[in-house]
């Protein structure tokens, strides 16, 4: 499938933005992915980061969790509905189930689906890795949040969630 070269510009300049994990960068990435799909409704890659930005603000406290819980919901599902084989949306799917739901058994339902479908892909390696946590399978997670500072070293969200890993394991 072919992918608009000026969407895929958007693509990426929203999700730089999104790393940065601000609340004008959050604004400013969503407003760019919605150019990406008004240029290309069906790029399902950007509906996914609709979807991690939304979760993303709802976590830090910029976006209601009903308000963003349903974003995120309806942005990933219409990723999914575009490309079955959109990993990142089963990523935040499982991302949600976990945190909002509460609900282990979808969480890792969809975490294996995305990583079935990526399994190297360092943001849903991370999620995988809370999972982990979660159970209290503390050794798991620590290897593979190394693994993620490894293949993705300059992305502080890895380096912060092996800390976090580590001090758990004390």
Do not use: C
């Not at 963003?68 to 084989?85: M, N, P, S, V, W």
């Not at 479908?117 to 943001?123: K, M, S, T, V």
């Amino acid at each position: 499938e072919e992918i608009d070269p000026h969407a895929y510009t958007l693509y990426l300049q929203a999700r730089q933005l999104g790393n940065l994990f601000t609340e004008d960068a959050f604004a400013e990435s969503t407003d760019l992915y919605q150019q990406a799909l008004s240029v290309d409704p069906t790029y399902a890659a950007a509906w996914a980061g609709l979807a991690a930005n939304y979760i993303n603000q709802m976590t830090i406290g910029y976006r209601s969790a009903e308000e963003g819980t349903r974003l995120a919901r309806e942005a990933a599902q219409q990723a999914l509905l575009l490309d079955a084989k959109q990993a990142d949306a089963y990523a935040h799917l499982g991302r949600m189930a976990l945190r909002y739901d509460r609900d282990l058994t979808a969480a890792a339902s969809h975490l294996q689906n995305a990583l079935a479908l990526e399994p190297a892909n360092p943001d849903t390696l991370r999620h995988a890795a809370t999972l982990l946590r979660s159970l209290d399978r503390l050794q798991e997670a620590i290897a593979v949040d190394e693994y993620v500072v490894d293949r993705d070293p300059i992305n502080p969200a890895g380096h912060y969630f092996l800390g976090f890993s580590y001090l758990l394991a004390r």
